[in-house]
């Protein structure tokens, strides 16, 4: 199985630049994709294959990466921000990182 | 629009067979896939298989040797079947809409799911 390793928690004030890393342990070419949970809520997917914007997805929103390493990126954080954010490879069977816990201060 | 639901028993026994169904509106599942998620409370999220366009299926090896995945098409309905259930099995279940290759772009509310004597 594909293993994705995110960083478990960030905490960021609004109207920063965030970015949310995301490693996979082989290359999964341009084969990932983003998603935020809200507490309570199922995910919702925001970015697919790496780079493309979900339609609906705010703009604030971005992806980019290919290989091994990839980012999500939220510029500038807004408080309804606050989620936990998934990776998701689809190179093989499904697998997902552990979710990075986003924290406004 | 689409839209995915899933119904099932809130709790089961241990060493029970677990069955969810989800039904889905605004899609055909002859023309998408519909793959099943499992989130352990205040966990993250596991992929536990997948029935396609087509009708195959792919399953996590995990638990591979105990789930069964099948549709109704003219019911709008995906089945999921997990037998020899254990408190690790615990948790909220969701299916999502998934094509190969793509993410899991449309998620249903989720069924809590805690297996316990």
């Known amino acids: 199985d594909t293993v994705l390793t995110q960083s478990p928690a960030l905490a960021v004030s609004p109207g920063e630049r965030v970015t949310i890393s995301c490693r996979a342990s082989?290359?999964?070419?341009?084969?990932m994709h983003w998603y935020q949970q809200k507490p309570g809520q199922q995910p919702t997917l925001l970015i697919y294959?790496?780079?493309n914007l979900e339609s609906g997805v705010p703009a604030r929103f971005s992806g980019s990466g290919s290989g091994t390493d990839f980012t999500l990126t939220i510029d500038p954080v807004e408080a309804d921000d606050t989620a936990t954010y998934y990776c998701?490879?689809?190179?093989?069977?499904?697998?997902f990182g552990g979710g990075t816990k986003l924290e406004l201060k | 629009q689409v839209q995915l639901k899933e119904s099932g028993p809130g709790l089961m026994q241990p060493s029970e067979t677990l069955s969810l169904t989800c039904t889905v509106s605004?899609?055909?599942?002859?023309?998408?896939?519909v793959g099943w998620v499992r989130q352990p409370l205040g966990k993250g999220l596991v992929w536990m298989g997948t029935?396609?366009?087509?009708?195959?299926?792919n399953y996590n090896s995990a638990v591979q040797s105990r789930l069964s995945i099948s549709r109704d098409t003219s019911k709008s309905q995906v089945f999921l079947k997990m037998n020899s259930l254990q408190p690790e099995d615990t948790g909220t279940y969701y299916c999502?809409?998934?094509?190969?290759?793509?993410?899991?772009?449309?998620w249903g509310q989720g069924v809590m799911v805690t297996v316990s004597s």
């Open positions: 294959l790496a780079s």
């Open positions: 082989e290359s999964v070419s341009t084969l």
């Open positions: 029935i396609w366009a087509g009708g195959s299926t």
């Open positions: 999502a809409r998934h094509n190969s290759g793509y993410g899991f772009d449309y």
């Open positions: 605004g899609f055909s599942l002859t023309s998408n896939g």
């Open positions: 998701q490879q689809s190179w093989n069977d499904p697998t």
